[in-house]
């Protein structure tokens, strides 16, 4: 069974480029979540969505940091302008159901803002 | 006083031996528990969960414990193998200002000895 998949691996760029991470659920799953890992503050919830709705995006950092999730097997995170303290990995994982449910995460998108 | 970055503990462990890792949580209004294995350069993977009204569940080789009264959830693998070496999470799950959302422990890293 294909598990959450996410693009790019990698992503080196200068700061002030606007990034674009992609994120495709597995099939069925109606909710996705948007995390990012780092070593200082570890793994943080950035904004969740419920059947295509943000539900809650408390944790985005700033107003540079939007994401959509334009249909049911398709997400994007987005960072614009780009700054070095964006650099960190970022994940996306996805759930049947919002709620006490075990959540399956992509293998994640390793960023380098420079 | 204050780390900079996370500073994980660290498990060592023999091969075949049994592990337990624990993990303190901190919200007495959770009502939801994973556990998250996380080998180096790959995501989060679900290993085992655990509703508040439970106290124990069983998986392959995993167990874990819940103890709401002091706030204590732990895991135990048994007969350890090299390829449980990795990163473990503890999550928990609860409401906050009408919507749901996972708070990941800062992680143990678990390192079997041959």
């Known amino acids: 069974d294909a598990g959450v998949i996410q693009s790019p691996r990698h992503e080196v760029t200068e700061m002030g480029q606007e990034v674009t991470l992609r994120c495709k659920p597995i099939s069925g799953h109606n909710s996705l979540f948007w995390y990012r890992q780092t070593m200082m503050r570890g793994l943080e919830l950035l904004i969740y969505f419920n059947n295509n709705v943000p539900i809650d995006d408390s944790g985005m950092p700033e107003d540079r940091f939007s994401a959509k999730m334009p249909n049911a097997s398709f997400s994007t995170l987005k960072i614009q302008p780009s700054e070095p303290r964006d650099s960190a990995v970022y994940f996306c994982?996805?759930?049947?159901?919002?709620?006490?449910?075990?959540?399956?995460f992509g293998d994640g998108t390793r960023l380098s803002i420079l | 006083g204050e780390s900079v970055g996370l500073h994980l503990p660290t498990l060592s462990v023999q091969e075949g031996d049994n592990s337990i890792i624990n993990c303190a949580y901190s919200?007495?209004?959770?009502?939801?528990f994973i556990w998250y294995k996380q080998e180096s350069g790959k995501g989060p993977q679900f290993i085992i969960d655990i509703r508040s009204n439970m106290d124990k569940r069983q998986g392959q080789r995993v167990t874990v414990l819940l103890n709401k009264t002091v706030k204590h959830l732990s895991l135990q693998i048994a007969a350890t193998q090299p390829g449980d070496s990795a990163v473990y999470f503890c999550?928990?799950?609860?409401?906050?200002?009408?919507?749901?959302?996972?708070?990941f422990g800062k992680g143990t890293h678990l390192i079997i000895q041959p």
């Open positions: 919200n007495s209004a959770s009502d939801y």
């Open positions: 999550a928990e799950n609860y409401r906050r200002g009408g919507a749901d959302g996972l708070t």
């Open positions: 994982a996805s759930s049947l159901g919002w709620r006490n449910q075990p959540q399956h």
